[in-house]
């Protein structure tokens, strides 16, 4: 008996509680070198603290109860070395959901920074923006998912977020860029007064990478931009007022003495539905690259 340990004893040797042993004998991963059949005493030995140890490290790695029941019962070290290759992969892909989370999290802190210290809603500004990594969808069959409605009234453009949304779903997308998300106006369009978005775009991390035959990795470049900020830019009755804006933007080149060099991007930068339960509280920014340096009046490079 003096070589044998306590369930306390075990306990205290290996910086475990006495009910994990309990359990651990329950589930059958480490079963007592001996049991007192008159008192129901439970005693280990030392050398059953190696497996012990492997256990906790496994707990310590996430793994549950049936896993580590199962690596116990591996026949070798080759099928050890492949449960725990394949574990890894297992744990990359958490780390890189976890990783997109936390860029979600930080997104939404940011939003409510950029609500507080919004832009005068509705002004011109020239800024220099840097280059944007996008995933851009075409739109398509946009207007047949949303049923007809046009997408200049707000329950059009909520379809238009249902097609993408259902898009990054049916790819493995992750969910978390979708708060990211724009549309695109060619120049040719906005030059031509046409002011119909053909393409969607999603904001991609530096580390994420997708493409097949109708998402494309893109950029949007780095350039000088006439942009405006504005809040909601739809009304009470639903007329969603991104054209009338895009006319104003097309004016005000026009008035500095510009003409648009590349597409026009709208971005939704700040999108806080949980304050208005109804509907969105949205702050666009809305841009489109000028030719820089031919500004007629210096006053307006600011």
Not at 75 to 82: F, I, M, R, S
Not at 205 to 234: A, N, T, V
């Amino acid at each position: 008996m003096k070589d044998r340990l306590t369930t306390g004893q075990m306990a205290r040797l290996n910086g475990i509680s006495e009910k994990a042993l309990r359990i651990y004998h329950k589930e059958g991963l480490l079963v007592p070198e001996y049991v007192d059949e008159s008192s129901g005493y439970r005693y280990y030995s030392i050398f059953q603290s190696a497996r012990l140890d492997m256990i906790q490290q496994m707990r310590t790695m996430g793994l549950g109860i049936s896993e580590i029941r199962k690596v116990l019962a591996l026949p070798d070290v080759n099928a050890l070395e492949g449960f725990m290759n394949e574990y890894a992969a297992r744990l990359e892909q958490e780390i890189q959901k976890m990783i997109l989370a936390r860029d979600m999290a930080r997104n939404y802190a940011d939003t409510c920074q950029r609500l507080r210290q919004r832009p005068a809603d509705g002004s011109f500004l020239v800024e220099h923006l840097p280059c944007e990594r996008i995933l851009a969808l075409s739109m398509g069959e946009a207007a047949d998912y949303a049923g007809g409605i046009p997408s200049d009234d707000i329950r059009g453009w909520e379809y238009y977020l249902r097609y993408v949304k259902r898009q990054m779903c049916e790819r493995g997308i992750p969910l978390s860029l979708f708060g990211n998300v724009g549309c695109v106006v060619t120049r040719e369009n906005f030059c031509q007064g046409r002011f119909l978005s053909t393409e969607a775009f999603i904001k991609a991390p530096e580390d994420f990478s997708y493409e097949d035959d109708f998402i494309r990795m893109k950029e949007i470049p780095e350039g000088e931009y006439l942009c405006s900020y504005s809040e909601g830019l739809f009304t009470e009755s639903c007329d969603w007022r991104e054209s009338e804006k895009l006319g104003e933007m097309k004016a005000e080149l026009a008035r500095r003495g510009l003409e648009a060099a590349g597409n026009y991007y709208g971005e939704v930068i700040a999108d806080t539905p949980a304050f208005h339960y109804s509907g969105r509280n949205m702050l666009l920014r809305m841009l489109t690259q000028p030719v820089a340096h031919i500004f007629e009046d210096a006053s307006y490079n600011q």
